[in-house]
T-cell receptor, first 115, second 115 residues
Framework: DGGITQSPKYLFRKEGQNVTLSCEQN?????MYWYRQDPGQGLRLIYY???????QKGDIAEGYSVSREKKESFPLTVTSAQKNPTAFYLC??????????????FGPGTRLLVL | AQSVAQPEDQVNVAEGNPLTVKCTYS??????LFWYVQYPNRGLQFLLK??????LVKGSYGFEAEFNKSQTSFHLKKPSALVSDSALYFC?????????????FGRGTSLIVHP
């Protein structure tokens, strides 16, 4: 079965704590993305990565960090600097900048809640 | 710059009736257009895309979309709605002439199909 997995499904963060959201894909896609979804605001791009060991800031990168050490993995860390982290986080992938029309495949999401 | 608008926050339709979810876009060249569906607490699922060719695009679950260049629109349609079609629908656009392979998403339209 090919696809994208995200874990955990629910995550609780205490104030001042860093937490990491996992995203793994076995689609052999080069590009991966992190989006934040808030009610009524659609999807906002946090970070994206075109290839291993390279990533770029999206529209709302402040308070977040990522790494791309392996093609199949793109974890997102929500740092204590992110003052309003409560949201639904979606990971996505696509074939890449070349050979793709931009269609993305999404994981099931992680809901982050603040205690 | 690329942008997309979904003018309706919510669309209500009776089961068995035709449905339309509206999307308009703005790009500098010829667009790549996408529709996605999101069920509660789930990731987005790809429905269909327009890249070039026939203006009527058929997708998953009986959905289709009509590309209208003169009106810069890409409305999602289905001849007969099902209660199970109730979900959040996102339109997305990518401007290949703009140099980015990352699509811009609309804010989403909630479709409610009444029995």
């Amino acid at each position: 079965d090919g696809g994208i997995t995200q874990s955990p499904k629910y995550l609780f963060r205490k104030e001042g704590q860093n937490v990491t959201l996992s995203c793994e894909q076995n689609l052999n896609h080069d590009a991966m993305y992190w989006y934040r979804q808030d009610p009524g605001q659609g999807l906002r791009l946090i970070y994206y990565s075109q290839i291993v060991n390279d990533f770029q800031k999206g529209d709302i990168a402040e308070g977040y960090s990522v790494s791309r050490e392996k093609k199949e993995s793109f974890p997102l860390t929500v740092t204590s600097a992110q003052k309003n982290p409560t949201a639904f986080y979606l990971c996505a992938s696509s074939i890449g900048a070349s050979g793709s029309y931009g269609a993305q495949y999404f994981g099931p999401g992680t809901r982050l809640l603040v205690l | 710059a690329q942008s997309v608008a979904q003018p309706e926050d919510q669309v209500n339709v009776a089961e068995g009736n035709p449905l339309t979810v509206k999307c308009t876009y703005s790009v500098s060249g010829n667009p790549y257009l996408f529709w996605y569906v999101q069920y509660p607490n789930r990731g987005l699922q790809f429905l269909l895309k327009y890249i070039t060719g026939d203006n009527l695009v058929k997708g998953s679950y009986g959905f289709e979309a009509e590309f209208n260049k003169s009106q810069t629109s890409f409305h999602l349609k289905k001849p007969s709605a099902l209660v199970s079609d109730s979900a959040l629908y996102f339109c997305a656009v990518r401007d290949p002439a703009g140099g980015s392979y990352i699509p811009t998403f609309g804010r989403g339209t909630s479709l409610i199909v009444h029995p």
